[in-house]
């Protein structure tokens, strides 16, 4: 049984996959306080993971993306063995801090300051700026590196931070522009 704040169907907003429909599976429960977070997930349904991926199998697409809270703390290869076996590709959306099962398809790592990375393998690198120093996440072995504003506030800092380094590119929320889920 897994601990779960809410299963739905959008588009992922943000990042390398934005605009690509997708069910969310949101996991209850997280190691990090970051004082900038935007989602609530403390309340949750126990649920098996059977039904699970029956509920996840409710909608037409094939792209899960596991978060949260934080996701890593609440699955495993039985869960990841389980989507695959229904025919899903795996996101994730990961602070970095836990071990994840080797067969996710797309990881998605948003590291926050003053945590130990414990990943082996990052598609996608994510931070949200808050004017923090962010150089060290761009030697990140990843395909893409992205800067995020933070809750849609600072956008005009994150521009003219990436105009000057521009190995960064702009990931906008844009499920919160659009006010979809
Ligand atoms: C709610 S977190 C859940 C997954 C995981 N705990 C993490 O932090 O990556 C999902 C994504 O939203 C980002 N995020 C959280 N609060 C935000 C905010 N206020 N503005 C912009 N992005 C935010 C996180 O950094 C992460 O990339
Ligand atoms: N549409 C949409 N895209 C997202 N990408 C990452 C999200 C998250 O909360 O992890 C999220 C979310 O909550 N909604
Ligand atoms: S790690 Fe992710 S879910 Fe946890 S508090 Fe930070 S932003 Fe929120
Ligand atoms: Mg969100």
Redesign the pocket.
Known sequence: MRKINEIFYSLQG??FHTGTPAVFV?FSG?N?K?S????Q?EEFRMMTDDEIIAEVCTYPCQMVIL??????LSIDSQLTKALHAAGKYIAI????TCVLPEDIDWV???P?EGTTLKLHHIDEV???YVGQDVSPYLKLPAKHHFL?????QNTNDVIAYIKEHPQWRLSL?THKLIDIP
């Not at 995020?148 to 849609?152: A, N, V």
Request: charged share 20%; proline share 6%.
């Open positions: 943000e990042g949101r997280c990090l970051c900038f977070c935007d989602t997930h978060t949260g809270g934080e996701p890593g959306e990961t602070n970095g998605t790592c948003s926050k994510k931070v949200v995020q504003p933070c809750s849609g929320q």
